[in-house]
């Protein structure tokens, strides 16, 4: 049974039918075509599905599309300012934060709402605000060095 | 082997030796880089997978009615609707495309799908009726070995098998099976071409290995295949095998349009090969003064239901079996047992994962033994270039700087204090502070570079200057490494020209750069492009009588000659495929020049452990490592400290756990990968020595850090808690009950 729907997605409106068990991750990579959020696990445990939901972190493979509407989600899509990088995009590719790449949109994410709510994180802080995000590229030490680069820049 | 014309003469950025960042770098930041998982073509189908849910069983029937009957379902094709070579394999092609009679291990791919979308096809997939009559598993390794069910056995005998010491110390060791897990699951799409051809787009580690095995199955000419790199989420070993390549091009053929395929998780983890699970019995003698007079040792690794790379697999563990250490008389005994267990294969490291585990404890119980700091043991005992290999004979040619590494790690200070003062098991109530142990470990493991034993291995590049700058022209696959970097910091420096673009093109463009696998491509495809890179400056020079090239064109007495725009109205392209230094298969002893060169890599862990609740924090992992030339210091330590937290992993937390031959936890719930809370402090030395055969004497430097990571990590527990710590992954139970 499909509901028709308004998604409201990096700003902008987006109407889509979807099936009432559809998660969000979904809609955004196969309706709406946004395919920079990525699905790791489908258990909400790796994080690469990492969008914000009103500013707030969420496992898109785990929220169902139809408890998104009225709500305001942002993608990795939504991150970039018009003038080039974002300063965590920035840091992260200078440090070396980025290898394979697949959890770096999700990495992203969850900085994001971390750096919003906690412009100053100790370290501690940061690895609690990353510790649902997996990598298995880097061991870590780069994104790590990259946030703190980017909190201090704050 | 390279041909070494002379360098540019003016220093270029972002040449070699230098940090360039990575080229994909801001397109993987911004989301818009394509993984296989992302790809998307108009009017295309999903694919999707019946799977065995018993690990043995023979098929009486299947009935691909039902699923025929569900709305928006294309195809349901079976083992008798393979027109080719009814099996594949990396090695042999001993695994059936899709099951016929039997099926050999839990998860077997019995039936494939194809349907309007992928809610569809899992649908579909899922009512497909097999009838089974349940077998008897073979789970069990030794049994297997006992009654000769086995892919491969190895024998290796060096020196007087007589020889024995004062001072011997022996011990039985475990490693679990640890899976890859990449972040991007297996994914792809095939699409027809309209004229009984297929083009594939597949996560790989090796694409004309998977060109060649679509050939044969499809029966196909291999001009009506291409297999094209894409985008990969990360690989590890999991991707040299074929797995889903096969399935979707036989859908796209059948149905005659595009079919795409995306692995789950909970599928991943029964969909690719596993780090082989090892039993190893070892037995190391010494003279008083702790000179290693002769090891023997018996290895068993599983190879589970189907070959996939377990004869080489075993062979590295055999040969790598000893460490890099000096000893005359040395015996091993392999074998990689067929089981019902899922197939096993490649994982960074490739067999010398497992005995430097075992190698390495038995080094610190014969310290122990003798009286002697461990390190010294190993000191004494320190395989060099110039020695020879204690399992092959092999004299080691290339630079391996065992006492440096082992000095240089050992001189780096150890903080006081972690910042963490985080309790073992986090946030839980655990334990008070005072009861928490420190433990330091040691560990040194060693690994051959490149494809042995008389492989034809080379890898093909093509180099090219055109009006928008260089090119290089490769099928070597970017899994996140850096090669893509690599190679164009290598043009840089070689042709002297900075606009440097990689890319990445099909089979039939292209011959064979091999796998992404063994360290190689940096060496391997590395070493193409710079003979390419090298001779095309040459070629260019000498028809325009220059003495230097650069982006501005060709000098000659420090004078522009010929500006680039007139270069380039030539078409100028070299293709170069290179080969490293020769080995041979070895003799029914083991013995002979097998490698083409080495790598090795010491660490020294910090743990705290909670001895009431077993449960450990991996403080910090410091290690040197036998780099050669880092090419770009970065990346070189983006593996280091990628490789040393897959290292960590194996050592506490990841293994997959099998029930008669059914994996117990296949999702990130109950396989627990190492999370940022987990990562340790990393500290890195690189220690260069010139001499090897790679790219400016670069060696490939991915799998050293996973080797003797987790030896060092067990080490490290084993100190702070006098346990024996006899396998990995490192259990609660084996430390506090």
Redesign the interface.
């Known amino acids: 049974m499909t509901e028709p729907i308004t998604l409201t997605v990096n700003g902008l409106d987006y109407p889509v039918d979807v099936?009432m068990g559809r998660n969000l991750l979904s809609v955004l990579?196969?309706e709406i075509?946004?395919?920079?959020?990525?699905?790791?696990?489908?258990?909400s445990?790796?994080g690469?599905c990492m969008v914000l939901l009103d500013d707030q972190p969420v496992n898109s493979c785990s929220y169902l599309a139809l408890q998104a509407e009225g709500k305001s989600v942002t993608?990795?899509?939504g991150v970039?300012p018009a003038d080039g990088?974002h300063a965590i995009?920035r840091s992260?590719?200078?440090e070396?934060g980025?290898?394979?790449?697949?959890?770096?949109?999700g990495i992203?994410m969850s900085t994001r709402a971390l750096l919003d709510g906690n412009p100053s994180p100790s370290?501690?802080e940061?690895?609690?605000g990353?510790?649902?995000?997996?990598?298995?590229?880097?061991?870590?030490?780069?994104?790590?060095a990259a946030v703190i680069r980017t909190a201090s820049d704050n | 082997m390279t041909v070494r014309t002379e360098q540019p003469s003016s220093r270029i950025d972002d040449g070699i030796g230098e940090s360039a960042l990575r080229p994909d770098g801001i397109a993987k930041l911004k989301g818009e880089f394509e993984y296989a998982q992302d790809q998307w073509v108009e009017g295309m189908l999903w694919g999707a997978t019946t799977r065995s849910p018993h690990p043995h069983a023979r098929i009486l029937s299947i009935d691909v009615a039902p699923a025929l009957a569900i709305g928006g379902v294309h195809a349901v094709l079976t083992a008798d609707d393979v027109p080719g070579r009814a099996s594949f394999g990396l090695e042999h092609p001993d695994q059936p495309v899709l099951a016929k009679e039997m099926v050999n291990f839990w998860g077997e791919p019995v039936a494939i799908v194809a349907a309007e979308d992928d809610a569809t096809a899992r649908r579909a997939a899922a009512a497909v009726v097999v009838e089974y009559e349940r077998l008897e598993p073979l789970t069990d390794p030794e049994d297997a070995d006992l009654r000769d069910e086995v892919f491969q056995r190895m024998r290796i005998r060096r020196g007087d098998q007589s020889a024995s010491g004062s001072v011997v110390v022996e011990g039985f060791y475990e490693v679990g099976m640890q899976d890859q897990a990449p972040l991007g699951t297996e994914a792809g799409l095939a699409v027809p071409d309209g004229h009984g051809g297929v083009d594939l787009y597949a996560t790989s580690q090796f694409v004309h290995a998977d060109h060649e095995q679509v050939v044969a199955s499809l029966g196909l000419r291999p001009e009506q295949v291409r297999a094209h790199p894409t985008g990969i989420g990360g690989a590890f070993g999991a991707r040299e095998d074929v797995n889903l390549h096969i399935h979707l091009c036989l859908l796209a053929l059948h149905t005659s349009q595009p079919v795409k395929m995306v692995y789950h998780r909970s599928e991943s983890f029964t969909g690719h090969v596993h780090r082989h699970p090892a039993r190893m019995w070892y037995r190391h003698e010494a003279d008083e003064d702790g000179n290693l007079v002769r090891v023997r040792a018996k290895v068993l690794i599983d190879g589970g239901a189907y070959a996939s790379t377990t004869a080489a697999v075993l062979a590295n563990a055999c040969y790598f079996a000893v460490g890099p250490y000096n000893c005359e008389s040395v015996s091993v005994d392999g074998v990689g047992t067929r089981t019902n267990n899922p197939p096993c294969g490649a994982m960074r490291g490739f067999g010398a994962v497992q005995v430097c585990f075992a190698h390495e404890a038995q080094m610190d119980r014969l310290a122990d033994a003798l009286g002697m700091d461990p390190l010294e043991l190993r000191r004494k005992n320190a395989l060099e270039s110039g020695d020879s290999m204690p399992t092959t004979g092999q004299v080691i040619e290339t630079p391996l700087p065992t006492v440096e590494v082992i000095d240089s790690l050992a001189a780096m200070p150890i903080p006081e204090e972690s910042e963490r003062a985080g309790l073992p098991g986090g946030s839980g109530l655990t334990t008070e502070e005072h009861h928490v142990v420190r433990g330091i470990g040691y560990a040194v493991g060693i690994k051959n570079l490149g494809f042995s034993e008389g492989f034809d291995d080379f890898a093909q590049a093509r180099v090219l200057l055109t009006p928008g700058g260089a090119i290089v022209e490769t099928a070597a696959i970017e899994v996140g490494q850096g090669l893509v970097t690599i190679l164009a910091q290598i043009v840089r420096s070689s042709m002297g020209v900075s606009s440097v673009e990689v890319r990445h093109v099909d089979t039939s463009k292209i011959d064979s750069a091999g796998s992404t696998s063994a360290s190689r491509q940096t060496q391997m495809s590395g070493g193409a492009t710079l003979e390419a890179s090298s001779r095309l400056r040459a070629r260019i020079l000498e028809h325009f009588a220059g003495d230097d090239l650069n982006d501005e064109g060709v000098w000659r007495d420090g004078e522009l000659v010929v500006p680039m725009s007139r270069v380039t109205e030539d078409k100028w392209e070299e293709t170069v495929t290179f080969r490293h230094p020769p080995t041979s298969p070895p003799d029914g002893d083991g013995q002979g020049v097998v490698h083409a060169d080495f790598a090795l890599a010491a660490h020294r862990a910090v743990v705290d452990v909670d001895p009431e609740l077993g449960l450990v924090t991996v403080v910090r992992v410091d290690t040197a490592q036998d780099v050669g030339k880092a090419l770009n210091p970065q990346s070189v330590v983006g593996q280091i400290e990628g490789g040393i937290m897959q290292g960590v992993g194996l050592a506490i937390m990841e293994e997959l756990i099998l029930d008669h031959g059914v994996i117990r936890n296949p999702n990130f719930t109950d396989y627990l990968l190492p999370t940022i809370l987990d990562a340790p402090d990393v500290e890195a030395l690189l220690i260069e020595k010139e001499g090897s055969w790679g790219p400016f004497g670069a060696k490939g430097v991915g799998e050293p850090p996973t080797i003797s990571s987790t030896a060092a990590v067990a080490a490290a527990i084993r100190n702070a808690t006098g346990r024996a710590i006899n396998r990995v992954p490192v259990r609660p139970q084996d430390i506090a009950l």
């Open positions: 099936d990579r196969t075509g946004l395919t920079g959020t990525k699905e790791g696990c489908d258990d445990e790796c690469a993608t990795i899509e970039m990088l995009q992260l590719l200078e070396g980025v290898q394979c790449g697949f959890c770096t949109p992203i370290e501690e940061i690895r609690i990353l510790s649902g995000n997996l990598c298995r590229c880097t061991g870590y030490a780069k994104i790590l």
